[in-house]
């Protein structure tokens, strides 16, 4: 059973179509990032919003079901409105929603998407569609900047000390337990994906290969977990890292191995004397895993020991890379400690080769809408024939100042993109496409061609 999108709505959306002046016929709104923490945003997730719940049309057991509810709530409810969707267009939402291409990386303060009623007798319907349109937009787009941004970090240390063609794998999405829903762990998920090529949230598969026909849209390895070490007992710690070896080391693959269910540094010296012809021998590549202290600290405290046990070569950028075993911190890690982890390795001549970074509620869930403070806002509506300007300019709030008029995103000379009046005197195409008009998806974007917009 799918969600009544009529429902998909703030309680004080349905009491506002009738307090839009006599003889409105259009409303244009649009959404944008007005800034934050990071001055362009990649935008994504739009079409899967799209494919999920704006392609099936209205029924009227959803327009009973919605009436019986909102009447109940203590808020009035535009039936007639919604009945003449029904009659007209067969239930298909009767407004046109234009975006730029999802994967593209965008200055703050640009317009992203627009959205305009097709039919004057629904021009209440534009802002009705604000609660669900802008949460489609800016939870994926968020996700997808942040891990964007982190990607940056990463690779210009890769570019410094090590390998950059390494980076798919550089940052694994741990996220899915730490996320509110299972539909947040696919949609942020999958933005992550946009990315790197490494994760462990399944969901975030199935959203790619859902809404963005990806084939396989991610990798991972087998790995231990707390429990299937500490199940040995202390006193068999050795074995569980020994059988681990034995069932999933194989020659070219990678095994990931949680090592600090007790003293991570002994266990580091474990893997480098009693067990180092295990991992040889199996001939895989072995990932440690400490999971708690400070992370910095313990990676180049672990780096260390395992290095001085497996020994190093040397890159021809005069960094050292381990033999035969890596490094993954995924506790506590953000943008900042990435920074602080790859700082402390270089200054100890450790290449970025030898990490790899796992992030889980950081990355899908400590994110919301003001980290780029994302706001769907009407700019323009037509009364009566005339197209008047509509905007907003808090004298307590200058940021919160919107745009006027109908939009246009354009890119220049220089290949900037910025956002003009639409009726601007300008020959450049605009970059927003129509990705939805009347139940129509015209534009189907893949998740290969979002990727390649969105590489640095």
């Keep these: 059973m799918r969600n009544n999108i009529i429902l998909n709505a703030d309680s004080y959306k349905f009491s506002q179509f009738n307090q839009y002046p006599e003889g409105t016929e259009y409303v244009y709104s649009y ?9 362009e945003t990649l935008f994504f997730g739009l079409q899967a919003f799209i494919k999920e ?6 029924t ?8 019986a509810i909102i009447l109940a709530h203590g808020e009035p409810f535009n039936r007639e409105g919604w009945e003449y969707i029904m009659e007209v267009y067969d239930g298909h939402l009767p407004v046109e929603i234009r975006a730029v291409p999802e994967g593209t990386v965008v200055p703050a303060h640009n317009v992203l998407v627009s959205i305009i009623n097709t039919d004057p007798k629904c021009y209440w319907l534009t802002s009705f569609l604000e609660t669900a349109l802008l949460r489609a937009v800016w939870y994926p787009t968020t996700v997808a900047t942040n891990s964007r941004e982190i990607k940056k970090v990463i690779l210009d240390a890769l570019e410094r000390t090590g390998t950059p063609s390494d980076i798919a ?8 337990r730490g996320v509110s829903s299972l539909e947040s762990a696919g949609i942020g998920g999958a933005a992550h994906l946009v990315n790197f090529m490494g994760t462990d949230t399944v969901e975030a598969l199935l959203f790619a290969r859902r809404y963005y026909g990806a084939g396989m849209a991610g990798f991972s390895v087998p790995a231990m977990e707390h429990s299937t070490v500490t199940s040995w007992t202390r006193d068999g710690e050795i074995d569980s890292y020994r059988n681990m070896v034995k069932k999933n080391g194989k020659p070219g693959g990678i095994i990931s191995a949680v090592s600090d ?6 266990a580091c010296h474990l893997w480098g004397t009693e067990l180092k012809q295990d991992v040889l021998d199996s001939g895989a590549t072995l990932v440690v895993r400490p999971d708690s202290g400070h992370p910095a600290t313990v990676v180049h405290d672990c780096m260390c020991i395992l290095a001085e046990h497996f020994g ?17 911190q995924g506790d506590g890690i953000n943008i900042e400690s990435i920074k602080e982890i790859l700082e402390v390795l270089e200054a100890s001549n450790f290449s970025a080769d030898n990490v790899v970074f796992g992030q889980g509620g950081a990355l899908l869930q400590i994110v919301n809408r003001d980290d780029q403070k994302f706001a769907m806002k009407a700019s323009a509506i037509r009364v009566n024939g005339e197209w008047r300007d509509v905007f907003k300019d808090p004298i307590t709030d200058p940021g919160k100042r919107s745009k006027k008029g109908r939009l246009k995103l354009i890119r220049t ?22 990705v939805f008009i009347e139940g129509d998806t015209p534009l189907n974007q893949t998740f290969a061609e979002i990727r390649e917009r969105a590489q640095i």
């Excluded at 719940?53 to 209205?58: A, D, G, N, Q």
């Excluded at 190093?312 to 993954?328: A, C, H, M, Q, S």
């Excluded at 000379?413 to 129509?434: C, F, H, N, V, W």
């Design 31 to 39: 959404i944008e990032s007005r800034g934050g923490k990071y001055d």
């Design 53 to 58: 719940y704006l392609v099936y049309p209205i």
């Design 60 to 67: 009227w057991a959803d327009i009973d079901e919605a009436e």
């Design 169 to 176: 794998f550089k940052l694994h999405d741990f996220g899915a």
């Design 261 to 266: 269910s007790y003293d991570i540094y002994e």
């Design 312 to 328: 190093y070569t040397t890159n021809d950028k005069g960094y050292d890379v381990l033999n035969n075993v890596r490094i993954l």
């Design 413 to 434: 000379e220089d290949g900037t993109l910025t956002t003009i009046r639409d009726t601007a005197a300008m020959s450049y195409p605009d970059q927003l496409k129509t």
